[in-house]
């Protein structure tokens, strides 16, 4: 279709490398720290050349020179990336233009100002320049300070990325990042006898919002770990209303926000649209034209601003008070007005509550307070209960794709309409998680909804197969025709709402103290369980399971793959396994001639609420061909398992077996919004089919298959399939490949204060030895180890004494590297504090 | 904070009918008709003079000229807003510019161009200016055809909303709008001859995407209703990435498809970051660099674009061809792979699906073959599922929030945690909808969970206020101490999982084939209900109810405020109402000794699901009351009743009394995702409060209180209650005007097809008269009726024989009364067909 004479340089953007560097964050993960002891505001701009550098330049006169000053205030301005040097030097700009102005006020003040380069392109690469000017005004010691600093700076006066890559090569996010981190704090922090007014700094990108970076990262990407307020510089002239607006879209579009914008007045009255836009909310400041003759030194037009920079200058300063007053009073109104799930507020104080100013791909912003105010980042491995996919490129993205979706469909209501994301979403889902056997799509909100549903579509087949409904119409309903039970595994858990519940074994979450309506409707099996356990796989078998005879081969696996293989079903266990379901089956049904089990409900491989069990999959496979035999319906529960949580794409292909009904939640929508479903094959859907709509599934939520979740669906699927995209996936395979350092793992399985590891997919967990009151759920016992993780940047939650790291699909191994260093590193401290204490005790 | 002089034009933006005109969609509702007969597309660019035009030239010669063309072919050029006229018309320059390439190309075909510019500004005003201009090529009858046409212009060379403002006045949105579908439908429908391909249309936008169009409306958001697929003409230039980029971001967040970038080459490959960006699926078409120098006829320049221009034509095509293939085939797939809810699926085929490409505000537009494909608007007047809320700007600026959601905080699990919209919601919450008496806010993301939680806090309470819990505790919860069952009346619904089924008196929704566990954990009272009939309010009471002496003033209204009056509590009826409630809980806890009624749960007002019945609110308050005395907590389910569904905030306000937990989803965010919450009293969250995390309530899902949800709630509240942007909210009151005309509500409930009939709020309900199998849920009664309301633009859904009108709470009034002026036409014709019907029966 496209002749590639028109499509020029189309071969460039296909080198992978060059998609490598605009795709994907770097892999190396240390965590951004952003002093927010004084205020620090980007200066972006709705295009080139709008007066950028007048703007901060008039900002830090209106700062350091506007009386009365009776302390001493410091204005730092940075400029990270510079093009066009050493002729075109913002840093230089301001520094001369401020000492001038400032020498015209004629200050009875000292005056000390400062312009640092420091990279620039010299000789083919990006060295240290180390240029450095001062002036001072006045005989004094300094009493007011500007510091100007140009972090990078390239000759050429283009686009940043172009002219990295024609003079020194590109510069990696990460290190522009990590400069620009130790500028702000080098220069803030050091600062602690500056009260929070007294300093401010500004940090001016180049170009417009999004003009790419040194390495070809759009600037408002390049910047978003900081996520600063900004100062938006916009367009008076004509066609400048567009300009201006579409920044501020794509600015938001990035998490920012803006507290002020302002523009030079081009006679067009653009504010006023402008404001509208803004709903009054931002305020839009004009400043006087500005003389195009380039030989006028602009300072007459620095006076006929004044007021103007004075407006905005206390704007800043008190968006900046603003800010910081509901970071601080965030804490103490949580406590007041949330009810948590699963939190006994009794033993939540003020201190205990975590501010999460944002989340940057896999990390929070945590805003904290120690010797001064900071924004740090912790990286999210609790994957915010199991839902979390998204790098920083596929959050941005998302971004996006929600926006279209909320504009182009809002939410559309779903019975007997077709609008293009559920479609998408439905047939991504039949070719993916339910190729082979499934054929519909049933949408709902949540796992506990799907599981519901699941149970309502195995029953009515399994009433229908077994003649039950037929005799149930004969009497036209009169009466329930049988009691029918659920099959399932202890400590399986799948969601909160009653009839989910129901199928789970007694437990905490049961009992009448939280669901006096709970009777468990179920025959519970005790299932064997497979964990790692001084580097080595091994087997557990439950109680009531007579296996004296099994050799330890069939006990004990060298590795993963091993207790996956299907071989196994050759083995003894197999039988054992087979016969001891068979027997809990007879023993059941035989106890009362009403009940019957209509449904099999597990969790393949991996039980996660119930502490990250790892069920021996020869078991599971053995008790679906069970039930299979049996016509009970086999409903898979991968609200947790499923899309690559655990390295494939379901649990069911690790497994090797299908189910007829399966469940989907959690990191489907990548993580953002709400959205369940439930999968079903043709013979169960067929079973719905009548002439009446009373024989209909008469199940439903109102934001059934709503677009915003189906859009974040289809948009996440396909970025973790696609090795494009998803680094992890190995091509071909749709598996990821393995993220969790092998040999770490082992070490962490080692531990004497280490009960057992699984580690698989993105998840690893393990369980601490502990006894008594120290396990088991409500247990504290973890609380002190995971507070180390938090300071350390790395922020998890306990299932009781079991404690997890879990990443996403995308997630870089380097990345879980450092994280489980980081887990062995704690857990080597905690121990020691926990055998201490033992040995005060005793 | 801001002085007067730096917010130049201030006054300006503060008058309010300028805020109307920028905020407001016109309150005349007449559905769009856009024709899918031939491509059209919009030409957008992120800019002015980026060439918009010289692209509508090329794509126009491409079209027409390009050999070999062996059928007609016919290409429309419509600039809907000209500005700088006469001398600037970008039609004018098309119609002569191609028709000089026309006569170069020198072709044997004979070729017939035209321009027409319809309305100019003239003498202060817009007037019908009909200037008329065509030019032929060879001498046989023209085979090809070239249509320009100029839809307004204004003399002045600024922004078209300024040239209004100054020449004629404001040009009304709904005037372009109209104008420029007629123009569409009069060039493209007219040509039947013309196969799919054979026609191509464009229409071009004036300065950049965002640029304000006459009335002020962003261009962006005046042609949404159309939301034709369109071309970005980017930036080549320096800067010019990010504005390329920025514009893409606002079409994207407005909902359009854009199918290719263009952009001039300015030396600068900006396309290579931009096809980056934009990954590969939107192609990016560069043109040779465009001569400057003005005297330049640029004929030769075409000649070098041809390659592109043929590239970008190719494009269009097939772009076209492929959205009408998937249109086309939408219905097909859906009923293979949706199974959609409460839905038989053997009643539905291909031609029942509805496609729904998009909504804008209130209206779907829907995908329709009929003698040529096009697209319509309808109503959604079931308020898809009675979520619906936002009129076309509130959704725009959901969109924006949603994205800046997304990209700020992506989800962030809660427990613990406090991030800003789920602080800022809970806040707003309780200052709003739990004024006076909640104190906690509970998230959960559908009504179903909401109501599930609102049990758990009931009974929890119930059973620690009467010792219950003591006990159990006391036995190491040994055994169930109690029975615990719900108050709740009949025909009410609250949702599909179990918990809540069980809340509800039997139904066809709980019988075994859809719900094997249902057992009906409840007392269930037979309200007493209000409806209009033959324009008088009445009350019917239940069957067992003995009010034989009432007198007829307390059993007749003259009006809805008659209704909800307090001084009702002093009649008799209050009193027969009290001791019917007492004697039915006596009876029931006399039954078994270990039931105990431990939760009121009801719809205040109106039960929705049951057929839209209104109870008697006095009904209500005395068995509140009756409650409160008997220390039952009480729970409102106002997932349907909430925020101004009935006219107030919470149908709790209308009762006059409060609850101490309520539940709330639905139209809490604006309508866009699923979010809900269940409020509580202090004293409820205080029985939660202990040592033990056992002893917190365990109940959660994995997206409790996501930031997108709980940003959209922010934003629908705050709109739907500030009479600034919700024009029916009344000031100082926060009741909504009456939206429903109340002369045709009483015509309707005078008519002989009518029972009864509901108004209130943003509900009007009626019950058609019908009997046996007609009556009911599972009636078909209704079907022809809607079926006749859908093809007149309005999109409905029935409860059985029950059928209604939803707006939301911004809809003007004047849009509702179009709604029932449609609706009573309707039923009409219904009433003579069923008459027809019965007398061939007879």
Not at 262 to 289: F, Q
Request: hydrophobic share 40%.
């Amino acid at each position: 279709m496209l002749p590639l004479s028109i499509l020029r340089h189309h071969h460039h953007y296909r080198r992978h490398d060059y998609l490598r560097k605009l795709f994907f964050s770097t892999a190396s993960w240390e965590p951004v720290y952003v002093p927010l002891s004084h205020p620090s505001y980007m200066i972006w701009a709705s295009n080139t050349s709008l007066g950028k550098t007048l703007v901060s330049t008039g900002l830090a006169s209106s700062f350091l020179l506007s009386p009365p000053n009776r302390t001493p205030h410091k204005f730092l301005y940075l400029k990270p990336v510079q093009t066009g040097f050493p002729s075109d030097s913002d840093s230089h700009y301001v520094f001369a233009k401020v000492s001038s102005l400032a020498s015209r006020h004629n200050l009875s003040l000292s005056f000390l100002a400062s312009n640092h380069v420091l990279k620039a392109s010299v000789s083919n690469a990006i060295t240290d320049l180390n240029f450095y000017e001062e002036k001072r005004t006045g005989q004094n010691a300094p009493f007011s300070e500007l510091v100007c600093q140009t972090l990078f700076a390239w000759r050429e006066a283009v686009s940043p990325h172009l002219a990295a890559e024609r003079e020194t090569g590109t510069v990696e996010d990460s290190v522009v990042v990590k400069t620009l981190e130790n500028c702000l704090r080098s220069k803030l922090e050091s600062e602690a006898q500056f009260e929070r007014m007294n300093a401010l700094c500004v940090v001016e990108t180049a170009g417009g919002v999004a003009s790419p970076g040194p390495s070809g990262t759009l600037q408002c990407d390049l910047y978003r770990p900081f996520r600063l307020p900004g100062v938006l510089v916009g367009d008076g002239k004509l066609g400048g209303i567009s300009g201006t607006i579409s920044a501020y879209d794509s600015l938001r579009l990035r998490g920012y926000d803006i507290v002020a914008v302002v523009l030079e007045d081009g006679g067009l009255v653009n504010e006023v649209p402008l404001r509208s836009y803004l709903r009054n909310r931002v305020p839009v400041i004009v400043l006087p034209p500005i003389p195009q003759d380039m030989s006028n030194d602009l300072l007459e037009w620095f006076g006929d601003s004044n007021e103007a920079f004075n407006c905005l200058k206390e704007i800043l300063l008190s968006a900046y008070l603003e800010r910081m007053r509901r970071l601080d009073e965030m804490p103490k109104k949580a406590t007041n007005v949330f009810w948590w799930p699963f939190t006994q507020h009794k033993l939540v104080t003020e201190e205990n509550v975590t501010v999460i100013d944002s989340r940057c791909g896999e990390n929070f912003a945590v805003y904290k307070v120690q010797s001064n105010e900071f924004m740090t980042q912790q990286f999210d491995a609790c994957a915010s209960w199991w839902t979390q996919g998204p790098d920083a490129t596929l959050q941005t993205e998302l971004a996006r794709d929600m926006g279209y979706s909320a504009a182009r469909f809002g939410h559309i209501m779903f019975p007997e309409n077709v609008y293009e994301p559920a479609l998408r979403c439905a047939e991504l889902l039949l070719e993916g998680v339910g190729k082979g056997w499934a054929s519909r799509v049933y949408f709902s909100d949540n796992g506990s909804t799907a599981v519901e549903i699941a149970l309502k579509l195995a029953f009515r087949k399994f009433c229908s197969d077994n003649g039950f409904l037929f005799n149930f119409l004969k009497n036209n309903g009169a009466e329930k025709p049988i009691e029918l039970r659920v099959l399932a595994l202890k400590g399986s858990y799948h969601g909160d709402t009653l009839g989910a519940m129901e199928a789970q074994a007694p437990s905490p979450f049961t009992g009448f103290l939280q669901q006096p309506w709970y009777s468990g409707r179920g025959l519970f099996l005790d299932p064997p369980t497979v964990f790692m356990c001084n580097s080595l796989w091994n087997l557990s078998l439950p109680a009531g399971m007579h296996a004296e005879n099994i050799i330890e081969k069939e006990m004990m696996f060298s590795c993963r793959k091993e207790i996956f293989d299907k071989s196994r079903d050759q083995f003894d266990l197999a039988g054992i396994y087979a016969s001891y379901i068979s027997s809990q089956l007879l023993e059941f049904s035989g106890s009362e001639g009403s009940l019957h089990v209509g449904a099999l409900l597990i969790e393949p491989v991996i039980q996660g609420s119930g502490g990250m069990l790892m069920i021996d999959p020869l078991f599971q496979r053995v008790l679906v061909n069970e039930c299979r035999n049996k016509k009970i319906p086999v409903i898979f529960d991968e609200v947790f398992t499923g899309f690559w949580r655990l390295g494939a794409e379901t649990a069911a292909e690790l497994l090797g077996c299908m189910p007829d009904i399966a469940c989907f939640a959690k990191l489907m929508t990548g993580g953002v919004v709400p959205l369940a479903v439930t999968l079903a094959s043709d013979v169960i859907f067929d079973s719905f089919i009548g002439d009446s709509k009373l024989e209909a599934l008469l199940h439903g939520h109102s934001y059934t298959a709503h677009a915003m979740g189906c859009t974040a669906a289809v948009k996440a699927i396909n970025w973790f399939k696609d090795p494009q995209t998803n680094h992890n996936m190995i091509p071909e395979q749709r598996l990821l490949r393995e993220l969790w350092d092998e040999e770490l793992v082992q070490e962490i399985s080692s531990h004497p204060s280490v009960q057992r590891v699984v580690a698989i997919g993105t998840l690893i967990a393990l369980e601490l030895r502990a006894e008594g009151l120290n396990s088991g759920y409500a247990s504290l016992y973890a609380r002190s180890l995971l507070q180390k993780l938090r300071e350390d940047g790395v922020y998890m939650r306990p299932l009781g004494n079991v404690i997890y790291l879990m990443c996403g699909p995308c997630t870089a191994p380097e990345i879980c590297r450092q994280l489980l260093v980081k887990l062995q590193a704690h857990l080597e401290e905690f121990s020691i504090v926990k055998e201490h204490q033992v040995s005060i005790k005793n």
